[in-house]
């Protein structure tokens, strides 16, 4: 049954697309498997942050200020105050995208980024994750890797249907393909429904 859910959150893939997905898993894990046997080779990946309490501008600085823990910041997007998705009535959030390049592994990263959100007070919960959050930091895609796992879906499995991630995200990688929708980050904005949530620009956060 796992597998089912793997590919039920990808809408835009068919059953008959299941051994090319299971081919890019393979693949991409082996190949970062391989590349990675020196462990200082640095990754590129992509987060999207967000907060909707307290100080919501404050809330992201101070995430951004704590990244250099976990890799080296290449590029910061806009922050964007967007609209709250499956649970409504919550106050809207601001959201931006991020760049790191990083010596770390996947599980490695996501327990990195855990660390910051606990530091900064952020306490997960599986039957309140989608309630107001002072922060949350999410890891989109780790190079052209595709896993999945119980505790970490690469890329992410919602990446492609939401307007806050998609939006800030297009503005620093455009061009960069999705794994496995084999689509750019561009495309997949400009092909957002209104339902994906509204998106409203704020300001520059670097010169």
Same mark, same amino acid.
């Given at each position: 049954?796992?597998?089912?859910?793997?590919?039920?959150?990808?809408?835009?893939?068919?059953?008959?697309?299941?051994?090319?997905?299971?081919?890019?898993?393979?693949?991409?894990?082996?190949?970062?498997?391989?590349?990675?046997?020196?462990?200082?080779?640095?990754?590129?990946?992509?987060?999207?942050?967000?907060?909707?309490?307290?100080?919501?501008?404050?809330?992201?600085?101070?995430?951004? /200020?704590?990244?250099?823990?976990?890799?080296?910041?290449?590029?910061?997007?806009?922050?964007?105050?967007?609209?709250?998705?499956?649970?409504?009535?919550?106050?809207?959030?601001?959201?931006?995208?991020?760049?790191?390049?990083?010596?770390?592994?996947?599980?490695?990263?996501?327990?990195?980024?855990?660390?910051?959100?606990?530091?900064?007070?952020?306490?997960?919960?599986?039957?309140?994750?989608?309630?107001? /959050?002072?922060?949350?930091?999410?890891?989109?895609?780790?190079?052209?890797?595709?896993?999945?796992?119980?505790?970490?879906?690469?890329?992410?499995?919602?990446?492609?249907?939401?307007?806050?991630?998609?939006?800030?995200?297009?503005?620093?990688?455009?061009?960069?393909?999705?794994?496995?929708?084999?689509?750019?980050?561009?495309?997949? /904005?400009?092909?957002?429904?209104?339902?994906?949530?509204?998106?409203?620009?704020?300001?520059?956060?670097?010169?």
């Amino acid at each position: 049954m796992h597998s089912v859910a793997r590919f039920a959150v990808f809408p835009a893939l068919r059953r008959s697309h299941r051994s090319d997905w299971e081919g890019d898993r393979k693949s991409s894990w082996a190949k970062l498997l391989s590349a990675c046997s020196n462990k200082t080779l640095n990754k590129t990946v992509y987060l999207s942050l967000g907060s909707n309490v307290g100080d919501r501008e404050a809330n992201l600085q101070e995430a951004i /200020r704590r990244l250099p823990a976990v890799g080296t910041i290449v590029h910061v997007s806009n922050f964007y105050e967007t609209e709250p998705l499956e649970l409504a009535h919550q106050p809207w959030f601001i959201n931006c995208a991020v760049e790191l390049e990083t010596e770390k592994m996947p599980r490695q990263l996501l327990a990195a980024i855990l660390s910051i959100e606990r530091a900064m007070g952020r306490r997960r919960s599986r039957t309140r994750s989608k309630g107001p /959050r002072n922060i949350d930091i999410d890891l989109l895609l780790f190079t052209n890797v595709v896993m999945d796992m119980p505790e970490l879906t690469v890329p992410h499995p919602a990446l492609h249907q939401r307007g806050f991630v998609l939006v800030p995200l297009a503005e620093i990688a455009p061009d960069t393909i999705h794994p496995v929708l084999k689509r750019s980050i561009r495309d997949l /904005r400009d092909s957002l429904p209104v339902s994906a949530g509204a998106v409203r620009p704020m300001r520059i956060l670097l010169p």
